[in-house]
């Protein structure tokens, strides 16, 4: 009787050992991460030490109706510091960069960042400033430098006096075109960097300039911006 049990024993261990095993369930697949596309490497002194630094600029893909561009800044020391910035993807923007400017008159360049559209132009500026790479507020603490939308034209205009760095943001109500015959009203309001930022120091005298005159204008003036 014992042998006939161990006998039924080694049998049944021996067929759980030939048994095929289960079919083990996959856990399931997350979303697949987008693409990072490195669009555009450009250079330029950030950090103001003197040399030049390494700007990338990143397409990481849509997140709803925006477009995540990544903007990284890797210094000849090796300090690395990025921002992202949204982009709506209706604009169809293929390239960011528009060139680097002493804006505020901060030590180191400041990133000026185009995005594409045929309804308007605005500006995106970086800057540099506590060993990291931030988006500097236009004059009014907008977050976008607006230069132009449907009949609004817009402007700035930057100079230093008595050691202090200016901007002049000008906004100018036109008739439709620019070829239409006509005066702009122009609405100006100095402000002055101070303290890592841009305040409001003066409201000037609403002026008449020819329609033609101020579509000549450059939005940023006589600003030397390096492609």
Request: with cysteine; charged share 20%; net charge positive.
């Amino acid at each position: 009787m014992k042998i006939v049990r161990t006998l039924a024993l080694t049998s049944a261990l021996v067929a759980a050992a030939v048994a095929p095993a289960a079919p083990a369930h996959a856990a399931p697949a997350g979303p697949v991460p987008a693409k990072v596309r490195l669009t555009q490497t450009r250079h330029a002194d950030v950090d103001g030490d003197g040399r030049l630094d390494t700007v990338r600029i990143y397409d990481t893909g849509k997140k709803g109706d925006k477009t995540l561009w990544k903007v990284k800044v890797t210094t000849a020391k090796g300090r690395s510091s990025s921002v992202t910035v949204p982009i709506p993807s209706y604009q169809g923007t293929k390239h960011l960069w528009h060139g680097w400017a002493q804006l505020d008159g901060h030590r180191g360049a400041e990133l000026i960042l185009e995005p594409e559209t045929d309804d308007f132009i605005t500006y995106i500026v970086l800057t540099w400033q506590g060993n990291a790479l931030h988006r500097e507020l236009a004059p009014g603490a907008d977050k976008q430098w607006v230069a132009a939308t449907g009949t609004d034209r817009n402007g700035f205009r930057f100079y230093t006096a008595s050691g202090k760095r200016y901007v002049n943001a000008w906004s100018a109500t036109c008739p439709d075109q620019e070829s239409r015959p006509g005066t702009c009203t122009v609405k100006t309001v100095r402000y002055v960097w101070r303290n890592g930022a841009w305040h409001k120091a003066a409201t000037l005298p609403t002026t008449k300039v020819s329609n033609q005159a101020i579509y000549a204008r450059h939005p940023l003036g006589a600003l030397n911006v390096h492609a």
